[in-house]
Structures are given as C-alpha cells and as structure tokens.
C-alpha cells in the first residue's frame, strides 16, 4: 500500500478515535520508509497522546522544533550510543535526512557511537548491541580474576578431601 493511502488511513482512523490502529499503521511505515520525517513526527505525535515521552523523543528525535524534556526522556531510555541509534531506525546514508538539523543529529549520534565501539558503523549494519572494545588491562585483570577464582574453587575441594581422608 502505498505511503499516501496509509497516511490517509492514519488520518481517518485518529478521526474515528482508533488510535491505537493509527500508531500500528504508522509504525508499519517508518519500517517501511525509515527517511520519511513526516512519517516519524506523526508517529511522535501519537506517542505524546499516549503520554509516552521516551517515545515521543525517540520519533521526535530528528526535528528542530522537537520537545527537549521528550528527547532527554529518550536519550534517558537509550543512554548508550549504540542501542540509540538502533532505536532511531534510520536507514540509509544522512543525506536524506531533509534538513540540515536531522542530518547533524543523525551525523553525531553514528560519529558517537563509532567512538565508543572503536570502530566504524553506520546506519544499515548497527544492531544496538555493540559494545566498546576493551582495553588489554581489563582483559588481563579479567583473566587473572577468573584465574584466582578457579585457584580458590580447587584449593577448597583439595583440602575438603584431605579432611574426608583424615
């Protein structure tokens, strides 16, 4: 179906008070066409309605005019660069964005999240799940915890089965 059939449909169910089919159709849509902004601020919009701030921003989150309490509500939610970019949903290259705001806000949070993984993502591959790479200390320390965790484990059974023996 295409987008201004849906539109329309969003549009005459938020009239019949569907709203809960009016934020499905429209989630289906930013699925569908993740660089429509317009697609995104109504789909914001519905989750104002709701009372959703954290969603509102998430929606929100590429718009000028958008409302910075929903935005820190969001940016609160996804504190992390890269399970926040994977919730922003946005597909393809910044240049899309259609604004020069959307396309720096976009621009910043895939530059933060490259830096904090320690390497380059961009917006077709993110999953949310990346992690920041470890330094060697931490991995060492990690290693010599584990270590002397499995010293303890055999010393306590060596010396419960001398006392077993005894």
């Given at each position: 179906?295409?987008?201004?059939?849906?539109?329309?449909?969003?549009d005459a169910d938020l009239a019949a008070g569907r709203i809960p089919m009016a934020r499905m159709r429209l989630r289906g849509l930013v699925t569908a066409y993740p660089t429509s902004r317009e697609v995104r601020r109504r789909l914001g919009e519905i989750y104002r309605l709701y009372g959703e701030p954290e969603q509102a921003g998430r929606?929100?989150?590429?718009?000028?005019?958008?409302?910075?309490a929903e935005t820190a509500a969001f940016e609160q939610r996804y504190h992390l660069p890269a399970p926040r970019m994977k919730a922003v949903a946005w597909r393809g290259p910044e240049s899309l964005a259609g604004s020069a705001f959307a396309e720096a806000q976009l621009a910043t949070l895939r530059t933060a999240c490259s830096e904090a993984v320690g390497r380059p993502v961009d917006w077709d591959t993110v999953t949310g799940e990346e992690q920041p790479e470890r330094g060697a200390v931490l991995r060492v320390a990690g290693c010599t915890g584990a270590f002397l965790l499995v010293a303890a484990f055999l010393a306590i059974w060596v010396n419960g089965l001398v006392d077993l023996f005894d």
């Open positions: 179906m295409a987008l201004t059939d849906t539109l329309r449909r969003v929606w929100m989150y590429l718009e000028e005019d958008r409302d910075p």
